[in-house]
């Protein structure tokens, strides 16, 4: 059973329109995966309508997924060769037990980014990076071998965890897929997979801030230094 969703706030912004669409995708598929959220989703978009009507707005003729459905869309024809058409992608998806059941949302995404390229991390971990033309997110699949540990680590920027296929569990607890999970900077954790079979998580991690521009400026002493 599905325990952890997301957050109020980042259900509003998505019903909204305005969280980075990255985050919108793990959102997205979460909704795919859980009844309770969907519904509340539901609800939001009931009262931002009728919020709408009684300010004589013009009412959103589609909801967030349709948008979010769109923007891979257009990261897509950016992205990928022009003669490329969806069909074709679709049809190319790999026969990977972990990838059968995936979300609509993920899998178009995986379309998209064929031919995966599965990195070796650790004896226990792969991963792999999609595009999703936002440069400030991270979004990967990783997938931890049965019974796999991956080795303790903190992030320097805000993770977001959907598990999707198999279990893993952390000090925490255990966690199923549609299982939707924030781990904010300096919180560290080390995932385990169940011994029963590989796990499959969806993750999207802010990208780590570089020290440039006017951050750059303050802290560098040099350049702030100013010459008569
Ligand atoms: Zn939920």
Redesign the pocket.
Known sequence: M?RH??EKDMMLEYAAGTLPWALGLAVAA?LQL?P??RQQHEQLNVIGGSLLQDSDCEQPDEGAFERLMKRIDRSAAESAPAEMKQSEANSRLPADPALVNLPRVIRKLVADNLPLKWQRVSPALKMTRLNTGQEQYEVAFHRIRRGGRTAEHDHRGQEVILVLHGRFSDADGVYVP?D?LVRRPGEIHRPIATEDQECLCFSVVEAPVAVTGVLGWLVNPFLSFRPG
């Open positions: 599905i969703h997301p979460h859980c309770r959220c549609g939707f």
